[in-house]
């Protein structure tokens, strides 16, 4: 699916672009994992753990940019990706395709600024208009930050996964669950 190019102003008054990422933008995307996994341990790698390479960038960013019910969203200020989200169907079954998974991730000194909340806003008729229903996301349960956007924008608590994760130290981090109907 792609969306945009859609101007919106954070908390600070500061336009970011909001846009599907494109093919052109695979350096950028790299880029963006690579200093995410640096900055958070929520991001779903580790530091060297993406496998990303321009080539294979590209294909990932295609691939939702060929599926009507895909959609990877960038957060664009001065030229740079500050921000992702990802919105992915759970299945393609008949049973399943009314539920969509979502997953959004800032830059560290951007975080914090309502751009998560207007870009997830920006994109639901986009997701209504593609049949879904409902979006369904997680975070840890000691990212703050993470289950305070998901509340704020309507999601509801419905379960936790334990020992989601494996840290390096060898310790783990549970998982809450989160639905919003649409």
Same mark, same amino acid.
Not at 116 to 142: F, H
Not at 155 to 172: A, L, T, V
């Given at each position: ?26 350096? %950028? ?15 779903? +790698? ?5 496998? %990303? ?18 959609? %990877? ?19 393609? +079954? ?89």
């Amino acid at each position: 699916m792609i969306f945009g190019p859609e101007e919106i102003i954070d908390k600070k008054g500061e336009s970011f672009i909001v846009r599907s990422l494109k093919q052109d933008d695979r350096d %950028l995307l790299i880029s963006f994992i690579t200093q995410g996994a640096r900055e958070s341990l929520y991001f779903p +790698w580790a530091p060297g753990e993406t496998e %990303l390479t321009a080539d294979n960038a590209g294909e990932y960013i295609l691939d939702f940019e060929n599926d009507s019910r895909k959609l %990877l969203l960038g957060a664009f200020r001065d030229g740079r990706l500050i921000g992702l989200e990802e919105l992915s169907g759970v299945g393609n +079954w008949k049973s399943m395709r009314h539920r969509c998974l979502v997953g959004v991730g800032f830059l560290k000194e951007n975080k914090g600024r309502g751009m998560g909340t207007r870009m997830l806003m920006t994109a639901v008729a986009a997701l209504k208009e593609a049949g879904y229903e409902q979006l369904e996301s997680n975070a840890a349960t000691d990212n703050i930050l993470s289950i305070n956007f998901l509340r704020n924008v309507d999601f509801q608590e419905y379960g936790m996964i334990p020992h989601k994760k494996k840290n390096k130290d060898g310790s783990y981090v549970d998982e809450l669950r989160f639905v919003k109907w649409l």
